[in-house]
Nanobody, 122 residues
Framework: QVQLAESGGGLAQAGGSLRLSCAAS????????MGWFRQAPAKEREFVAS????????LYADLVKGRFTISRDNAKNTLTLQMNSLKPEDTAVYYC???????????????WGQGTQVTVSS
């Protein structure tokens, strides 16, 4: 089992920045990739970004590309999402996720954090 805990959410103004962190514990050696997802009110959860644990290869949703940066520290078992140039439409609960899949995709994530609220005011 893998446990994930997010931190760093909060309130920001449009154009501002926030930094989310995720601490992983448990059988972290089994993870092949970690990612961030978000869910806005009355909307389905959507993929934001992911990073492969060994290669560091990253993938971003078009909506955040160029504004958000995902990174990881394998030694500390932490995942970070740096969010710049925030927009009101970025308002959502952000979830940290992890997968053991040998070929990670946006639908193979099986471990989830409890989520952290990000609110961007206009």
């Amino acid at each position: 089992q893998v446990q994930l805990a997010e931190s760093g959410g909060g309130l920001a103004q449009a154009g501002g920045s926030l930094r989310l962190s995720c601490a992983a514990s448990g059988r972290t050696f089994s993870m092949t990739a970690m990612g961030w997802f978000r869910q806005a009110p009355a909307k389905e959860r959507e993929f934001v970004a992911s990073i492969r644990r060994t290669t560091g290869s990253t993938l971003y949703a078009d909506l955040v590309k160029g504004r958000f940066t995902i990174s990881r520290d394998n030694a500390k078992n932490t995942l970070t999402l740096q969010m710049n140039s925030l927009k009101p439409e970025d308002t959502a609960v952000y979830y940290c996720a992890a997968t053991r899949a040998s070929v990670p995709t946006t639908v193979t994530y099986e471990y989830w954090g409890q989520g952290t609220q990000v609110t961007v005011s206009s």
